[in-house]
């Protein structure tokens, strides 16, 4: 049995990070972010234990279990690879392990499951230690350590990444400074009051609890995509806003279709990162802006809602309220914040959560280079939380080859997957009819 013997050190969770771990607890939803792989190659135990052990040491609190103190939660207690590492030969395994939920108190937050003959490899990570931005880099990096080990090539046990803390990424006196305090104020008490009045529509489900999620993915090539741009740039937007507006308008066309809902207006979580220049900080440096617009009009003027109102919130800094009015929860006794932090009823009250990704690391490209062709990525699919009220959550990410993938997680006590499919080609259509 592999231990990490890092350090003694504890690493106290952020009050975002505590929040998962509240949410999951007093909602029943899953808070797990993942993504399973088909691979062609072949390796063995002991490069998977190579990666683990290269990971955990460059990010020592994905190897660490949560322990509640005094005052707040830190990552404290050290796990074995063996807590890390699952290795299953059932084909339907990958499946199963994804709609189980992790339990930080009592297991790693960072999981890896091979599905051993199947070429089947899967990563998960519970949402307190990684959001989806670090944890794209998480999965890039485990794979990189993989395909170097895979090749034979000796790789020295990197510098642990240091934590990183909410005051390195934003000055309280520097936004007094710049009279950024107000509108940062005024959007928070905004936001507080949206989620009382929930003005903005439901995506139209089935039943609005807790179940199994599943994925649907569609992609896009390079010919679609660059048609997808060349609009973007005749109105005036970027792609990811044309992306957001057509996941509202595939929103608000659903609705119809149901007959369940007339109200147009759709609000959608898109999130800004805190960390400017700490890419490889692991934990939660994302903070979301809810944009609220009309999905009835046409999809440029959407598009153009989306961008205006993003861009103003953004300079005003607006992404900075909930983290920085919220900072001294962390030092909250459990109990206590558990039942401060989460009211399920209106906790994510947003019609739905929408994540644009530009990567510029070609990953397919990295595994078969560093691992000298010994290994290939032939295809992903990847997940993310969705919230009680929202049924589904929409992750868009463009690959330096120029294709989209467009991921919809889903619940499925929430939608079929016939539900889903037809969600998704409204989706597709809105984009890619212009």
Known sequence: MLE????????????????????????????????????????????????????????????RKIKKGLFGLSWQDACSVDNILCIDTDENAVTSWRNKPIDPFSEPPFQVLWVKGKNQLAIRAHHSVADGESFAI??????????????????????????????????????????????????TRWLAKEAKLQRSTRLAIRECKPGDIEICVQVLDKK??????????????????????????????????????????????????????????????????????????????????FMKRFNLEYRNKSHFGVPLFTSLAKYLPWALFRRMAVTPTSTGFATSHFTWLEQKVDIFSNIKNFSNGALELVSYKSYVSVCLLMGAALTAVLWPNGTLHLSITYRKTALTETDVRQIADLLRSALVRQ
């Open 4 to 63: 990490f013997r890092t350090l003694n050190t504890k690493w106290q969770l952020t009050q975002i990070d505590a929040f998962f771990v509240a949410y999951q607890e007093q909602s029943g939803i899953l808070m797990n972010l993942g993504v399973e792989m088909e691979l062609k190659g072949s390796f063995k135990r002991q490069h998977l234990e190579d990666m683990i052990i290269q990971l955990i040491h460059r990010y020592p609190p994905l190897g």
């Open 224 to 305: 679609a995509c660059d048609l997808i741009k060349k609009y973007s740039r005749t109105i005036g937007v970027f792609p990811a806003f044309l992306c957001a507006a057509a996941w509202a308008q595939a929103i608000h066309q659903w609705n119809t279709i149901r007959n369940q809902n007339s109200n147009s207006i759709v609000s959608l979580e898109m999130p800004v990162s805190l960390r400017r220049r700490h890419h490889h900080s692991y934990g939660n440096f994302i903070s979301p802006l809810t944009i609220f617009v009309d999905a009835a009009l046409p999809i440029n003027e959407i598009a153009r809602q």
């Open 138 to 187: 998480l999965w890039f990096e485990a794979m990189d350590f993989l395909a170097k080990s895979i090749s034979g090539e000796t790789i020295p046990l990197p510098t642990p990444v240091p934590p990183l803390k909410l005051s390195d990424l934003m000055s309280p006196l520097e936004l007094l400074r710049r009279k950024q305090i107000v509108p940062i104020m005024n959007y």
